[in-house]
């Protein structure tokens, strides 16, 4: 079963004396979802480099606490801007979701499996032939996403990944993450995408200059601190500036449901 | 050409500027040169190829004689002109999977072919750049003084924005695996028929034999 776990962990970045994570415990199970919240500096990408074993391995940095990781399969990561995560090796998006698993040194029989099936859960298939470096950003961020699944990630990490997307992208892909977690997927996640959370987290940690400040299911985002802090959904965001009576509804189907009763 | 094994566009890239310099001059620097150039030519990377070689021609003339100048400056154009070929006629994505699949590692492969792309992708670059600072009101053109300034305003940023990616990019290929080690599966590996083989140790016999002719 896989297991992510992140026991009091500081972090530091080279030169620099301030942590961007302060005593951060967390854990993430294969099947589960859970999603980073926080401001900008709240340190939810950093978290991910620790968790993708990236800090302080390839950015440098001091790390004091444990990390431990137990999976059947690689952890990937999704990094925030597509254009800097193109391989630069690939004649086609097929090749560029290719480059993962045949890192991975898999048979190219199965390499062919992995991306087909990848290509196919990212609706790329009428891009498979496209130089990627023609592609606008939604798609490209598309074929990335689509690299790291086809590696058949234990680990998902996901930074931003709908920044790119417009709202129906958006929404196909808190489906894929939902669906990729009933496989078996772990997956740590850091958005602003606030709205899309409760369909799809079972977790949400709130992060706060570097330290949890809270953590709980996806009703947290309707929480009267969190929304005070900008980080709540937008109904339930809206229903407390209308100062309409609290617990504020999480999602609109919410909304509704509290208008009909009240 | 360009269907041509990757091994053996760098060993004709590699062999030409070695004969150049292995030949006497100005004849053999002027033989090489007209083939790289012709190269260069058939791979559309002719201006290029001019345009990289001038300044080299210009800094010779202030240094050196002109028979001097002629004899380096053919030998130089000869390499430019090669490179500027090979990097025209060789897609990156071509040279890893050839070296992967004689074994070589990809990290190692992925430094080559990085050279190789590093060209266009600043030349992109630097043209966005100075579109964004034309934008803001900053024109190449004018005194000597005024383009100074206008090539920092190119400069800086082109070179931090470089350095900025490297980062992300580093990041980026070791989520995807690619690290010290990797053993890559090549997936379309380009042919390396025999005739291509026997040409490349025929330069490589060639270049030796030039050179044990010129020792003698």
């Not at chain 2, 695996?177 to 990797?182: A, E, I």
């Amino acid at each position: 079963m896989t297991r992510l776990a992140l026991e009091g962990v500081t972090f530091r970045y080279p030169a620099t004396d301030t942590p961007a994570l302060t005593d951060v415990s967390l854990e993430v199970a294969g099947g589960e979802v859970v999603a980073l919240v926080g401001s900008v500096g709240a340190g939810a990408s950093t978290l991910l480099l620790v968790a993708g074993d990236l800090a302080p391995r390839v950015v440098g940095g001091r790390l004091e606490g444990r990390v431990t990781f137990d999976g059947d399969g690689p952890r990937g990561i999704v990094l925030p801007t597509p254009w800097t995560q193109l391989s630069g090796m690939a004649f086609t998006v097929w090749d560029e979701v290719a480059f993962g698993p045949a890192n991975l040194g898999l048979p190219r029989d199965e390499i062919v499996r992995q991306v087909d099936d990848a290509v196919a859960r990212l609706g790329l298939e009428a891009f498979v032939s496209r130089d990627p470096t023609t592609l606008s950003g939604g798609e490209l961020q598309r074929v990335i996403v689509a690299g790291i699944v086809a590696m058949r990630p234990a680990l998902l990490l996901l930074d931003e990944p709908t920044a790119e997307l417009d709202p129906a992208g958006a929404r196909a892909l808190w489906q894929l993450v939902r669906a990729l977690a009933n496989e078996g997927t772990a997956i740590l996640l850091a958005t602003s995408d606030l709205d899309g959370l409760p369909a799809v987290a079972d977790r949400v940690v709130w992060l706060d200059h570097g330290r949890v400040a809270a953590s709980g299911p996806a009703a947290l985002l309707a929480n009267e601190e969190v929304i005070a802090a900008n980080l709540g959904t937008t109904v339930a965001t809206v229903w407390r500036a209308a100062e309409l009576p609290a617990p504020y509804p999480l999602t609109v189907a919410h909304a509704v449901q509290r208008w009909e009763r009240r | 050409m360009t269907r041509l094994h990757p091994f053996t566009l760098l060993a004709i890239a590699g062999a030409l500027p070695a004969l150049a310099w292995i030949f006497p001059a100005p004849a053999g620097g002027l033989a090489t040169a007209i083939v790289a150039m012709g190269l260069a030519i058939s791979a559309r990377a002719f201006r290029t190829a001019v345009f990289t070689a001038a300044p080299f021609w210009l800094f010779l003339l202030l240094l050196h004689d002109v028979p001097t100048t002629v004899a380096i400056g053919l030998r130089i154009t000869t390499m430019v002109a090669s490179f500027v070929w090979v990097v025209a006629a060789l897609p990156p994505p071509r040279l890893v999977e050839a070296m992967v699949a004689t074994g070589w590692s990809a990290t190692t492969a992925y430094v080559f072919a990085a050279t190789l792309s590093a060209v266009p992708v600043l030349r992109a670059r630097a043209r966005r750049i100075a579109d964004a600072q034309r934008c803001r009101g900053m024109s190449p053109r004018g005194g000597l003084a005024h383009r100074l300034r206008a090539l920092r305003a190119l400069a800086l940023p082109l070179i931090l924005s470089a350095l900025h990616e490297v980062d992300e990019r580093a990041l980026a290929l070791e989520t995807r695996k690619l690290g010290p080690g990797t053993r890559r599966t090549p997936l379309s590996p380009p042919p390396d028929p025999v005739s291509g083989r026997v040409a490349r140790w025929s330069l490589v016999v060639a270049c030796l034999a030039a050179l044990v002719w010129r020792l003698r």
